[in-house]
């Protein structure tokens, strides 16, 4: 029996992580493939056209990036790049009888921060506030590519006793509530904690507060850009670096099976043509921790759960609005927050929690087409079309599990309307049409997402993110944190320490560790 083709490393999963991984490792010399499940690399950092006949790129699941480290867009020689979006939120609200609502970003944000609340106290508040975070993404992000810090190291880079106690020790909402008065910008503070994380702001897990710092330290900056070309345009350019390295990548498939010793690996994979099986001095899994102990035939980690509603749109014209203060160019620019006050997320939280779709559902919005406007056809862009993403909050996977169709229809009509309370037309009459006459709206439930993307429990973090830090030095995270139980098997994915979010952090971290020996 011939032996099996041999690499010195093969990477499960060809999302954006893996490719990271694959283009390090060839560049290094080393040989590598990947081995995708789907017809395409990019998991869940893709551009797709879902609407049928219809020429418009949506970045389907993942839309923004953050914190993707310009060294990884160096190091590889990616031909990909950003744009900033010039407004970063817009939150609309009904105050004192009349549509109002607070713009952050740019010169407006003071004069929309004093019309609103009657002040400027609240926006001095902001300024304090952020420049606290601001500090802490300075020293914080660039050892995200490093080995792990303890926490003490960290603690002592930070140097902020009260930045420290605020994001590290206690729940973000004693900040927040200690910071702010104004309940609308209390909630605006809080979606960040709260993004794919299942939790109320004074959860003692302080997942929430682990989620907000990921949120808040991108770049060093803490700011979201938007993926010229959609995220396949990423993707795209990680694939074309990893085999441009000599990395092969073979889509179609589906590795079934891991075993190891500790010190070579064999694979058995199948495509549609059959069995294979290769073999590996190192396994990468970009899969989810859950996926590589089934691989590996071993016990499950803990169970994770999605809490999350994906919807995409495109639309003829931008909605107007009732609040007549603001360009809905501007509105739509940024993060366009929905029933996302402080009492409205802790309600929408408790419905949840005690098993109920919540009845005034928060979500955000942003329209990718406003700053790049690439990703529509030329005839689209000349019309004037645009294109929605909506990110649904507090929506775990067992609201779904009875009837998943239902209840994701449920969702949406409540999601939509809450946003149509601040329309001054309906959606429906923006909404773009395909092919064959259909609204151009779809959306992905956890459930969903678990089913296409094999996301545990549609967790787009693969389970709670952790703090970027080891607790101690024989600390099971391992020196990157992307260490197993196995010696020559490393997660390279979102479920590694300093995973979750499109970064190539985990890919970056993995290929460096198998480097390193």
């Not at 601001?134 to 140097?159: D, K, N, S």
């Not at 389970?463 to 024989?474: E, N």
């Amino acid at each position: 029996m011939t032996a099996p083709r041999s690499y010195d490393a093969v990477i499960v999963g060809g999302g954006h992580n893996g490719l990271v991984a694959a283009a390090y490792l060839a560049r290094a010399g080393r040989s590598v493939l990947v081995l995708e499940r789907l017809p395409a690399t990019g998991g869940a950092a893709v551009s797709t056209r879902p609407f049928a006949g219809v020429d418009a790129r949506l970045s389907r699941y993942s839309y923004l990036v953050s914190l993707l480290p310009p060294k990884i867009v160096r190091d590889l020689g990616l031909r990909f790049a950003v744009a900033r979006r010039t407004i970063s939120s817009y939150t609309p609200v009904e105050r004192r009888g009349r549509a109002a609502g607070l713009l952050v970003g740019g010169e407006r944000t003071r004069e929309s921060f004093a019309a609103l609340t009657g002040s400027d106290a609240e926006y001095a508040a902001w300024q304090r506030f952020y420049a606290r975070t601001g500090h802490v993404a300075e020293r914080v992000f660039p050892t995200l590519t490093g080995p792990l810090p303890t926490r003490e190291e960290l603690r002592a880079r930070i140097a902020d006793d009260e930045a420290w106690r605020m994001l590290f020790e206690e729940p973000v909402g004693v900040a927040i509530e200690e910071h702010f008065a104004d309940d609308l910008v209390r909630g605006v503070v809080l979606t960040d904690a709260l993004i794919g994380t299942f939790a109320d702001a004074h959860d003692p897990s302080l997942v929430q507060n682990r989620c907000f710092l990921y949120h808040v330290i991108g770049g060093g900056t803490g700011e979201w850009n938007v993926p010229v070309g959609g995220m396949g345009a990423l993707t795209g350019a990680l694939a074309d670096a990893a085999r441009s390295a000599g990395a092969e990548i073979r889509t179609g498939h589906e590795v079934t099976r891991i075993e190891t010793d500790g010190r070579a690996a064999e694979l058995t994979f199948r495509t549609e043509a059959g069995e294979g099986i290769v073999a590996a001095r190192h396994v990468l899994a970009g899969a989810s921790p859950h996926a590589l102990a089934a691989l590996l035939g071993e016990p499950a980690p803990p169970p994770a759960e999605g809490a999350q509603l994906k919807v995409n749109m495109l639309l003829k014209r931008l909605p107007r609005l009732r609040d007549r203060s603001v360009d809905p160019r501007d509105a739509f620019a940024g993060t366009f927050h929905i029933s996302e006050g402080y009492g409205q997320l802790a309600a929408a939280y408790r419905e949840a929690a005690a098993g109920r779709l919540p009845s005034a559902p928060p979500s955000e919005i942003y329209c990718h087409s406003l700053s790049d406007p690439s990703i529509l056809g030329p005839d689209l862009a000349a019309r004037g079309y645009q294109t929605l993403t909506l990110f649904g909050l507090h929506t775990p996977a067992r609201l779904f599990a009875a009837d998943n169709d239902t209840a994701r229809a449920a969702l949406l009509e409540a999601t939509l309307a809450q946003l149509g309370a601040h329309l001054d037309e309906p959606l429906a009459d923006c909404l773009a049409t395909d092919a064959e006459g259909r609204p151009c709206i779809e959306a992905k439930t956890p459930l969903d997402l678990e089913r296409d993307l094999r996301l545990p429990g549609g967790h787009i973090f693969h389970g709670d993110l952790s703090w970027p830090y080891a607790t101690d030095a024989a600390d099971a995270t391992g020196r990157w944190g992307v260490e197993t139980a196995h010696a020559n098997v490393l997660l390279c994915g979102a479920g590694a320490v300093r995973g979750g979010g499109v970064s190539g952090i985990p890919g970056h971290n993995a290929a460096m560790a198998v480097l390193e020996r």
